[in-house]
DNA sequence: CGTCTACCTTGACGCCTGTCGAAGCAGGGG
DNA sequence: CCCCTGCTTCGACAGGCGTCAAGGTAGACG
């Protein structure tokens, strides 16, 4: 298979778009299949837990060295959830000298919370930038 | 709080509480591990859709007939989402003569979503109901 | 009673995914 | 220059998961 993939768009928010509460109206299956892409990512304990180390840091930042010693899971493991992280848009990873930080995309957590919620009644959650925001996955 | 002897204990609620933010301090394992399992019941499109369905039909609950028709599955298929639905507290379902009849559970939808924002300044979204409403599962 | 409809369970099959060891790439120091 | 550390990719294996056909249960209706 090819190896980079980076070709997957996932507009989530093109198709979710900013604010679609999920008991409005029946979600699309397009609408369905993106935020089932972002779920899934979310849908095993390392990655949580990972999203979780990630987000949570000093700096809105962490070095795969640090997030690694937490698990008892081998180095590649934690390189492939991240992996999955990254091309589900939640975070995305950079390279400073030897070491490489991840940081999450607060966007991503602020859409997909939003439509969870039934009606959002005056939630500031809902929309913390604009949509166009979204970041596109680098992978 | 040991429920009635169904199967598996899903304390959402006690592990995860009514608000702990992602972002704030990292999930324990344990958290990881109960929210993951609500996580991977919404990560595939057919039961994301079905939760959807649900949610926003009217009186609040969909009939069993009413979902099958939308998708191109089979029977056996859908009976098998809604069960992973149902064993992640997500919906419960309930016979009424011939037909079964299928509703969600905001506060899970709604514990989830709080869980997912970081900071959530003033939101009221977090608790519409308190904790202890949170569904025993039935499975 | 028998039968029909609505829904669930079982068993099986193939794909997807989490995990590891080994090997590869990128930088920083000797 | 060579090596050493940090991280990713590759290849492989076991287990999990989505799907269906066939069979089972609950209730309605005659």
Redesign the interface.
Known sequence: MSKQGGTEEHALAEVVGCCSP??????S?AQ??E??RV???????????L???I??HAGGEACVCDLTD?FDLSGPTISHHLKVLREAGLISGERRGTWVYYR?H?DV??Q???V???A??????AMPGDREALPVVEA
């Open positions: 999920l008991a409005r109206e029946p979600l299956a369905s299949v935020l089932a779920f899934k990512a979310m849908g095993d304990p390392v990655r949580l837990r999203l979780s180390l987000a949570s937490v999450v607060p957590l602020a997909v919370s939003a969870l919620v039934p959002a009644p005056d939630s500031p959650a």
